[in-house]
């Protein structure tokens, strides 16, 4: 564990809250046509696109995408189901609500606490273009952006982890994954990395986080704070 | 010009004063194993094998490697004509030299000062792992690192150029390129990137750098002061 010089963190449900901000910006650019939704049903609705979406490049059946596409991909497929009509600038203005999410409170003071010991990066699934927004809207003081785009494929991917820990010349095992998703600590085990679970139990809605990691992990806890604190920072 | 959203930076002789980092870094590393050099002439001839080694890449006669493995390569091929035997753990150490040098004093306070209106990235032949590092050593407060490593080839191939706008998600016109070097800034217009250049008349050696661009750019200065002050900021 003291052999640790790089934390990669996962983004959409460890970092930022997705839900929250799905629902309050499609409202923000909807609700003004006149659409009154569950903004909630509909954040998740799009989110339930998102895996089977990436699975389409992990299985080879298309190439690498920027995560930006596929949701404009899956954007058009929920959108009948909603009855929503809408012209190719909102929906390009609408898709970009993935760029405009809040983080959960502890996460800029736990991250500017990390890096005094830890190189930074988010391995996310998220483009380059969309880590940047959310860095620069939440304060995250990454060092690199890492992850899908750079490695050309989705995690859980193994070439994913691979990719980010080769990107800092690091060796896997000299660099710790930081998620609220247990399948993704688990992937990134099995490529050699240390793991840390955190846990945001309402992070697909009320009660429908990970209260705790399935897995074993070599930390976990409740926030960033209690992660700095015991990896020693 | 009002276009630009994003300014890419050449790193070695633009942002940092890589001649003094590597003489003072060498003697740092040899000076106690009793070598007694011109440290000046050893840091020109280490970066006199640069164009050449990269070539290599660039020409496609070797699969792309990142700067670190060339600047390896390449100490082994001045060694002999300065009467160097080192082991291994020190010549690894040597190398690392490039990821101990200092910026020139109007880089971060530039650098701050335009990021208030602009993304910010290097756009070097340098690997992430070395951008890395030197942006912690001078505070260069980047939002991602793009160039040669996530292009898969070296400047001045266009690749480098556009696959750092593709991963903005910027076109090119959106995009600057700022470099003390008249090559770099060439390749990068013909891309369609907006240019900027910087002088640095001692780069590599007093008087031997460009004192000003031999080509039509979008802004010169003499400092990165003078720059953001041409771009409004």
Redesign the interface.
């Known amino acids: 564990m003291n052999e640790v010089k790089a934390l990669f963190f996962d983004v959409f449900g460890t970092l930022v809250d997705w839900r929250m901000g799905i629902a309050r910006e499609s409202e923000k650019v909807l609700s003004p046509l006149g659409y009154k939704l569950d903004w909630f049903a509909f954040a998740d609705a799009w989110r339930s696109e998102y895996q089977p979406g990436m699975e389409e490049v992990r299985a080879g059946r298309i190439p690498f995408s920027?995560l930006?596409i596929l949701h404009r991909r899956n954007l058009s497929r929920i959108l009948p189901r909603f009855d929503i009509k809408a012209d190719e600038k909102t929906l390009t203005e609408l898709n970009l609500a993935w760029h405009r999410i809040d983080a959960w409170p502890d996460v800029a003071p736990g991250l500017a606490r990390l890096k005094r010991k830890f190189?930074l990066a988010p391995v996310s699934n998220g483009?380059?273009?969309m880590?940047?927004a959310l860095?620069?809207r939440n304060n995250f003081p990454?060092?690199?952006?890492?992850g899908a785009?750079?490695a050309g494929d989705y995690k859980p991917k193994p070439r994913v982890y691979l990719a980010s820990c080769e990107?800092?010349?690091?060796q896997p095992s000299e660099c710790m994954m930081v998620a609220a998703h247990s399948y993704d600590l688990s992937a990134a085990a099995a490529q050699g990395l240390r793991t840390a679970h955190v846990a945001r139990p309402d992070e697909a809605g009320p009660g429908k986080g990970e209260r705790a990691p399935s897995i074993e992990v070599d930390v976990a806890g409740g926030s960033f704070e209690e992660i700095a604190a015991k990896l020693g920072v």
């Open positions: 920027r930006d190189w483009n380059i273009s880590m940047v860095a620069r990454w060092d690199a952006i890492l785009e750079i990107a800092f010349s690091l």
